[in-house]
T-cell receptor
Framework: DAGVIQSPRHEVTEMGQEVTLRCKLI?????LFWYRQTMMRGLELLIY????????DSGMPEDRFSAKMPNASFSTLKIQPSEPRDSAVYFC?????????????FGAGSRLTVL | AQKITQTQPGMFVQEKEAVTLDCTYD???????LFWYKQPSSGEMIFLIY??????QNATEGRYSLNFQKARKSANLVISASQLGDSAMYFC????????????FGKGTRLHILP
């Protein structure tokens, strides 16, 4: 089990450019969460999916952000156009949704810097 | 609305002492779950312990225990016999099944273990 895999690990881009962050879930997991971490705001939940369906995207900051799950094992988070205030570490996390504990397994994160 | 509060931004503790990290939560639901995660300086998120709202016993995992006081809506993490490797950021989180299993995090407490 390779765990949750995120790419790229680091991205530096210029304001206005499109950014795509990728996440591969653990095999058998059916819930996927995207979080953003900054010093000021901590870990913010952006969006989460259950069985490929977006359940709550109220944390997505604005229309520049979009997330998709084209299949059960893969998700993307896209920012277009990017702005300096989007600089953060973006984590995806997956779990197997069931009664009881729904422990999240996190990826290593994607550190985004927008100049 | 759901809310997780961690009131200690930072703590300094002598090695081998016990540590209590505070966490209070707010929810109107009866069924929920509480988690603690550790984030070392390397950045990964590590699951430590889980407590369900209907669990009568406090959860324990090795040196970690969760002091669950439902009436007070608190879920403090206790680390016994602290070690230098416990120096990290610690996050309390809550899962809210009636709200689609949303999982939100507190702002964290940075723990420094002193030799």
């Amino acid at each position: 089990d390779a765990g949750v895999i995120q790419s790229p690990r680091h991205e530096v881009t210029e304001m206005g450019q499109e950014v795509t962050l990728r996440c591969k879930l653990i095999s058998g997991h059916n819930s996927l969460f995207w979080y953003r971490q900054t010093m000021m705001r901590g870990l913010e939940l952006l969006i989460y999916f259950n069985n490929n369906v977006p359940i709550d995207d109220s944390g997505m900051p604005e229309d520049r952000f979009s997330a998709k799950m084209p299949n059960a094992s893969f998700s993307t988070l896209k920012i277009q156009p990017s702005e300096p205030r989007d600089s953060a570490v973006y984590f995806c996390a997956s779990s197997f949704l069931r009664a009881g504990a729904n422990v999240l397994t996190f990826g290593a994160g994607s550190r985004l810097t927008v100049l | 609305a759901q809310k997780i509060t961690q009131t200690q931004p930072g703590m300094f503790v002598q090695e081998k002492e016990a540590v209590t990290l505070d966490c209070t939560y707010d929810t109107s639901d009866q069924s929920y779950g509480l988690f603690w995660y550790k984030q070392p300086s390397s950045g990964e998120m590590i699951f430590l312990i889980y407590q369900g709202s209907y669990d009568e016993q406090n959860a324990t995992e090795g040196r970690y225990s969760l002091n669950f006081q439902k009436a007070r809506k608190s879920a403090n993490l206790v680390i016994s016999a602290s070690q230098l490797g416990d120096s990290a950021m610690y996050f309390c989180a809550m899962r809210d099944p009636p709200r689609g299993d949303k999982i939100i995090f507190g702002k964290g407490t940075r723990l420094h273990i002193l030799p």
